[in-house]
Every structure is written in C-alpha cells, then in structure tokens.
C-alpha cells in the first residue's frame, strides 16, 4: 500500500505551481553547520522527492558541505516561493549514502542534461583557482559517473510554512514524530 504524502507536501506543489517557470519553483537555500561550529548557507537546486518525507539535492562530493554533514548531519533548508508570498523551512537530517540505493544515484545522473552534468568534470570546487583548470561544457549520460556526484537524500523531519498573503499571516508547523499534526503557530 502506497505511504500517504505527509500534509505540507500538497502545500509545497501549490506554492511551487503558483511560481510557474520562476526559478524559485526550484532554488533553495541549505544552512549546514561547518566543521568550526559555525554557520554557513547556499543556493541548491531542488531535485525531486525521494520518498513522501525525503527531500533529494545534488552535490560534489569534494565541495565543503558534504564533510559538513558527514560530521553534522543536521540541516536546515529554506525554500522562499514569493509568488506564493510563502516561506517554507524544512528541517532534517542527511542520510548517508550507505542507506541509499545506487539506482538512484544514476537515475538522477541520466536526468541531468548535458551541461548539468558538466559541472561534476570540473576540477574540484572552492580551491585557488589554476591556469592549467578546464571546464567543459557537456558531458553525455554515457560517460561514467564521477565518484564525487553525490546524491544528498534528506529526510525531513519538521515542516514550518509561513504564507504573508493572508491576514492575519499563517504559520504552521509539522513533525514526523508527531504523524505530521498541523500546529498552528502565531505569526
Ligand atoms: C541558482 C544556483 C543553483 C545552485 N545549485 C546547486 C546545486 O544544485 N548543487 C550544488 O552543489 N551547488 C549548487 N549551487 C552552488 C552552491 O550555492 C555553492 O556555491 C556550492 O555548492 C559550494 O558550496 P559549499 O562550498 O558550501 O559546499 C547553486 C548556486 C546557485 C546560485
């Protein structure tokens, strides 16, 4: 028998249609905590579902985010809709890749196009740049997956939604431990 969506998914798809071809149908920021215990915060690409609570990004494994959840899995994402005039913050955990199955890895590699993909052949982000340092444009599906193409699957654990286009404003949060109940929070 198929797991039912927990409530704030159909609320995340309203908002995200409300958005039509806007970016922010698909941008999201995710808060880690680095490896001095300090805060950090990027822009990623939302990649779909991975299960009814789990939430799928893409990343290079040599990027400092992924030794960022190998030591504190925690995270946070905010994922701002402002057609919707909604804020929906999303808090879990990263599951390590152990627990994960490769068919998924490679399903997300062979949905990328071309010039997504090329991103993972270049050389490895954050450090100096080099002048010997290229950059390609495409790679094809066919070509092998490169080691550092990591798949984060985030299970999510507490859903908050704030939505300004009500008066008073709606604020409202879920918690998998508790079956996903609606609490209504004061804006
Ligand atoms: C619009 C936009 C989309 C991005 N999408 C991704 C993405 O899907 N995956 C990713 O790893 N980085 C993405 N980035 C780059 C990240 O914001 C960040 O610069 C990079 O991942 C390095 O972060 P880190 O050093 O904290 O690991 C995106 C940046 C922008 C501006």
Known sequence: MAVPLPPWRPLIRAAQQREGRSPAARW????TVAL???PRVRTLVFRGWGGPDQLDLLTDARSAKAPEL???PAMEICWLMPKAKQQFRLRGCWQPAATQAEAERQRHWQ?????????????APGR????????????????EIPEHFQLLRLQIERVEQLDLGQHP????????????RALHLRP
Request: glycine share 4%; proline share 8%.
């Open 28 to 31: 999201l920021q995710l808060a």
């Open 36 to 38: 001095d215990g300090t």
């Open 111 to 123: 949905q990328l196009s071309p010039a997504g993909r090329a991103l993972w052949a270049w050389p």
């Open 169 to 180: 404003h709606l604020r409202r949060s879920w918690q998998r431990q508790e079956q996903w």
């Open 70 to 72: 190998e030591q504190q």
């Open 128 to 143: 100096p740049q080099q002048p010997s340092d290229q950059f390609v444009e495409e790679l094809s599906a066919e070509t």
